[in-house]
């Protein structure tokens, strides 16, 4: 079990005082958030914590940064991340409360507000924790694509960042905003209209050094393949999974141009060349087949690396 220290005393007490306060005859919901405290920032879009004034409760709520409020585009973005979180119901994806449009007429959505670490906090902590901890963690976020995949709906964006491990060893996958749909016939709508973002936006600090998102990125999203589908995810869930057992990530290089060159042409070393520590074959064969980069060469479904993950990897780790 990875532990964690507990929520503040305030997100999670209950008071009579709270449970019993008279409830407004007018509802009004223009008022029903207050102190409002920004806990994350990402490209174009604030997440926030806020009491519920009706139900009393600290919640999490997202909306677009002020430059991008009123941009019609986005706005739709912001509506389709929030109703594919709110339509995933399962263990493993946050909760969503509300969809809604504030005073100005902006978007927002509601969800549970949840404490603790990303799984790129762990991580750069490897060696406090064993690789058992880490693997359960991933076998989570595994179950919960597979549950999106079953749904129709492809996350592309699984990295260290958008994987949250909170303090009773829940894990969350988060930041469905790149989560690709289809149509009752199989269709797409065309990637330039849909949540498809440059790589230049989500993958560069503001020195020009690539961050995270391009290390998990598979070939057919750096190429922005029309036709990318649930086994993108499964790439993505591989070079994740790499970084757990050996410390680093797959693709070589600290430029984005060097990043993506490295995803689209080089076989990763295998992390047992990379590292000291013992790799468990099991975990590493899986690892290097669902990182082919011809798709028809992965797994097919997440599915088959779930079983993986629950079989015995550590036998044959002594051998």
Same mark, same amino acid.
């Given at each position: 079990?990875?532990?964690?220290?507990?929520?503040?005393?305030?997100?999670?007490?209950?008071?009579?005082? @709270?449970?019993?306060?008279?409830?407004?005859?007018?509802?009004?919901?223009?008022?029903?958030?207050?102190?409002?405290?920004?806990?994350?920032?990402?490209?174009?879009?604030?997440?926030?914590?806020?009491?519920?004034?009706?139900?009393?409760?600290?919640?999490? $709520?997202?909306?677009?940064?002020? &430059?991008? /409020?009123?941009?019609? !585009?986005?706005?739709?973005?912001?509506?389709?991340?929030?109703?594919?979180?709110?339509?995933?119901?399962?263990?493993? +994806?946050?909760?969503?409360?509300?969809?809604?449009?504030?005073?100005?007429?902006?978007? $927002?959505? +509601?969800?549970?507000?949840?404490?603790? $670490?990303? #799984?790129?906090?762990?991580?750069?902590? %490897?060696? %406090?924790?064993?690789?058992?901890?880490?693997?359960?963690?991933?076998?989570?976020?595994?179950?919960?694509?597979?549950?999106?995949?079953?749904?129709?709906?492809?996350?592309?964006? !699984?990295?260290? @960042?958008?994987? #949250?491990?909170?303090?009773?060893?829940?894990?969350?996958?988060?930041?469905?905003?790149?989560?690709?749909?289809?149509?009752?016939?199989?269709? /797409?709508? &065309?990637?330039? =209209?849909? *949540? =498809?973002?440059?790589?230049?936006?989500?993958?560069? +600090?503001?020195?020009?050094?690539?961050?995270?998102?391009?290390?998990?990125?598979?070939? @057919?999203?750096?190429?922005?393949?029309?036709?990318?589908?649930?086994?993108?995810? !499964?790439?993505?869930? *591989? /070079?994740?999974?790499?970084?757990?057992?050996?410390?680093?990530?797959?693709?070589?290089?600290?430029?984005?141009?060097?990043?993506?060159?490295?995803?689209?042409?080089?076989?990763? @070393?295998?992390?047992?060349?990379?590292?000291?520590? %013992?790799?468990?074959? #099991?975990?590493? &064969?899986?690892?290097?087949?669902?990182?082919?980069?011809?798709?028809?060469?992965?797994?097919?479904?997440?599915?088959?690396?779930?079983?993986?993950?629950?079989?015995?990897? %550590?036998?044959?780790?002594?051998?």
């Amino acid at each position: 079990m990875i532990n964690f220290p507990e929520p503040p005393k305030e997100y999670g007490s209950v008071f009579l005082e @709270e449970t019993d306060k008279p409830l407004p005859k007018k509802i009004n919901q223009q008022t029903r958030y207050a102190f409002f405290s920004t806990i994350a920032t990402g490209g174009k879009s604030l997440i926030k914590s806020c009491k519920d004034l009706h139900l009393s409760r600290f919640i999490c $709520y997202k909306t677009l940064k002020p &430059e991008f /409020a009123d941009d019609e !585009i986005e706005q739709q973005r912001l509506i389709r991340e929030a109703r594919v979180t709110a339509m995933l119901q399962h263990p493993n +994806t946050v909760p969503t409360y509300e969809l809604g449009r504030d005073s100005k007429g902006h978007c $927002y959505f +509601t969800m549970k507000l949840v404490h603790g $670490y990303t #799984l790129r906090e762990i991580l750069d902590f %490897r060696d %406090r924790y064993d690789l058992t901890q880490l693997v359960d963690v991933m076998l989570q976020v595994a179950y919960a694509l597979e549950y999106a995949h079953k749904h129709g709906v492809a996350h592309r964006d !699984i990295k260290p @960042e958008n994987i #949250l491990v909170g303090p009773y060893s829940e894990v969350l996958v988060l930041d469905w905003g790149l989560a690709k749909v289809w149509n009752p016939d199989g269709t /797409a709508v &065309e990637e330039g =209209e849909t *949540a =498809e973002t440059k790589i230049e936006d989500i993958s560069l +600090t503001g020195q020009g050094k690539a961050q995270g998102t391009a290390h998990y990125m598979s070939p @057919e999203q750096v190429k922005q393949d029309p036709s990318i589908d649930h086994r993108t995810d !499964i790439f993505s869930l *591989a /070079a994740v999974m790499y970084e757990v057992l050996c410390g680093k990530p797959a693709p070589k290089g600290d430029k984005l141009h060097h990043i993506i060159e490295s995803v689209l042409n080089d076989s990763p @070393e295998k992390p047992s060349d990379v590292t000291s520590q %013992r790799v468990p074959p #099991l975990l590493e &064969e899986m690892v290097m087949r669902a990182l082919e980069k011809n798709p028809d060469n992965r797994y097919q479904s997440i599915r088959e690396m779930i079983q993986i993950m629950k079989q015995d990897w %550590r036998s044959g780790m002594f051998s």
